[in-house]
């Protein structure tokens, strides 16, 4: 059995990308997505990723942020063939979109980014065929495509996927639903899911979905996700590197809040009560 450990929104944060692979050496790793943006190193936390991913030791998901990043590329590519403006327009739309979003931390970090002389180690990441929305982790640490035959936990960006009036195609409901939009019916055998995507004070199950985005792009808070036996509660550690804690308090509270370990980096390590 391998180990699986869960990574949520990374946002450009490649130092504690770094930190949970020297702290989990042996693992494998799976980013619930929205890796760039927002955070100081988009570029080094892709690049780290995407070595990862060819080493067989990580499974990438997408994140809504990938997606938007996604777009202005995506449409530029068909005008490339087509040469019709209105192509250009919707690259053009699109980037703006991504920009709006986050993607301006992006353009500062690289100091120029455009659609015409757009990053080429961001373009591979961004276009990955293996850039999945969705999989079910079982206990032997195997990563599937669909539900298994035996017992796992659904892992994706935002929510499980799910037909909803905002987003008719379930896997773009994965990735922009937050905890208030469900109900988030599970396939058979799932016993819980796990997401990212809405920033929480601290990890919280709210009915079968674990939540567990701390913002760590601004508080240098990790939550490390070891998942085990689907049949109980995953284990916990929220690393806590360079940033701002307090942040977290503009962040909701809701559900069950769930135990953690806390690891200070950068400091000798210390125990402290789990939850606390």
Request: hydrophobic share 40%; aromatic share 8%; glycine share 10%.
């Amino acid at each position: 059995m391998r180990p699986v450990v869960v990574l949520p929104d990374l946002h450009g944060r490649a130092d504690l990308l770094e930190a949970v692979t020297e702290r989990y050496p042996e693992a494998h790793y799976l980013s619930l997505g929205d890796a760039i943006d927002r955070g100081p190193q988009s570029m080094a936390t892709v690049e780290r990723l995407l070595d990862l991913h060819a080493a067989g030791r990580a499974t990438l998901l997408m994140g809504n942020h990938e997606r938007m990043a996604q777009e202005g590329p995506r449409w530029y590519r068909e005008h490339l063939l087509s040469r019709d403006l209105a192509d250009y327009r919707r690259a053009m739309e699109g980037y703006q979109w991504w920009m709006r979003a986050g993607g301006e931390t992006v353009r500062r970090e690289l100091g120029r980014l455009t659609l015409e002389q757009f990053p080429p180690l961001l373009e591979r990441y961004l276009g990955l065929a293996a850039l999945r929305r969705v999989v079910y982790v079982t206990a032997d640490g195997a990563i599937h495509d669909a539900p298994p035959e035996q017992p796992s936990v659904l892992v994706s960006h935002a929510a499980p996927p799910v037909v909803h009036p905002s987003y008719p195609n379930p896997l773009s409901a994965a990735l922009w639903l937050r905890p208030f939009e469900g109900p988030f019916p599970l396939p058979p055998g799932v016993t819980y899911s796990l997401h990212g995507h809405t920033p929480v004070r601290q990890p919280a199950r709210l009915g079968q979905h674990l939540y567990v985005d701390l913002g760590a792009y601004e508080t240098g808070r990790l939550a490390v996700v070891e998942l085990g036996d689907p049949g109980s509660d995953p284990r916990l550690t929220i690393l806590q590197g360079r940033g701002i804690p307090e942040a977290s308090r503009r962040y909701p509270m809701f559900g069950e809040p769930l135990p953690f370990d806390r690891v200070a980096l950068g400091a000798p390590e210390r125990s402290f009560p789990r939850g606390g």
